[in-house]
T-cell receptor, first 114, second 115 residues
Framework: AQSVTQLDSQVPVFEEAPVELRCNYS??????LFWYVQYPNQGLQLLLKYLSGSTLVKGINGFEAEFNKSQTSFHLRKPSVHISDTAEYFC????????????FGQGTRLTINP | GAGVSQSPSNKVTEKGKDVELRCDPISGHTALYWYRQSLGQGLEFLIYFQGNSAPDKSGLPSDRFSAERTGGSVSTLTIQRTQQEDSAVYLC?????????????FGPGTRLLVL
């Protein structure tokens, strides 16, 4: 079975500051990795995904994430955040073979302060 | 084009009643997933449909939960004899196929409150 741990339930940062949201996963088989964002009262939107190849993945809204196989991590980063980045962020994995049933972390609430 | 739509957006029901939640996937998407988002359990997979194949029901929490997908398009999630612990946001997602490389597109969810 797969599991995902997001180490921080809440992360407050000031506008224009850098941010890193941490994600670690556990799986006995190879997985794909995802970051989703959820704005209030909305569904989930894909930020980025790692399937294979380069371990540094760039996504929408200036976010990027780095896959580290030895540390089983997939941390999300942004060099300068904006008020509009205030949302909940979910890390997720799915196994490579078979259907893409996503296993999610508990989420990290990112709050941007002016 | 239109995204995934879900109805109703909010549903309040009394304990013991049955409810039906509807999902309209993106046209042409063969894979459809249901997830549940609750305070206690976070985001959990419930069930998925792929084309005409038998659905994967491995995530359904009890036999009070069932789902169907008619004509390979619209899906209905039914909860019978609702309990207070069923209160959650039910999210539907669809993708071109069920393979991992395909992006899942999520609907806005149905917020269910069982009194």
């Amino acid at each position: 079975a797969q599991s995902v741990t997001q180490l921080d339930s809440q992360v407050p940062v000031f506008e224009e500051a850098p941010v890193e949201l941490r994600c670690n996963y556990s799986s006995s088989v190879s997985v794909y990795l995802f970051w989703y964002v959820q704005y209030p009262n909305q569904g989930l939107q894909l930020l980025l995904k790692y399937l294979s190849g380069s371990t540094l993945v760039k996504g929408i809204n200036g976010f990027e994430a780095e896959f580290n196989k030895s540390q089983t991590s997939f941390h999300l980063r942004k060099p300068s955040v904006h008020i509009s980045d205030t949302a909940e962020y979910f890390c997720a994995v799915s196994i490579i073979q078979g259907a893409q049933k996503l296993v999610f972390g508990q989420g990290t609430r990112l709050t941007i302060n002016p | 084009g239109a995204g995934v739509s879900q109805s109703p957006s909010n549903k309040v029901t009394e304990k013991g009643k049955d409810v039906e939640l509807r999902c309209d996937p993106i046209s042409g998407h063969t894979a459809l997933y249901w997830y549940r988002q609750s305070l206690g359990q976070g985001l959990e997979f419930l069930i998925y449909f792929q084309g005409n194949s038998a659905p994967d029901k491995s995530g359904l929490p009890s036999d009070r939960f069932s789902a169907e997908r008619t004509g390979g398009s619209v899906s209905t999630l039914t909860i019978q004899r609702t309990q207070q612990e069923d209160s959650a946001v039910y999210l539907c997602a669809s993708s071109i196929s069920s393979q991992g490389r395909e992006t899942q597109y999520f609907g806005p969810g149905t917020r269910l409150l069982v009194l």
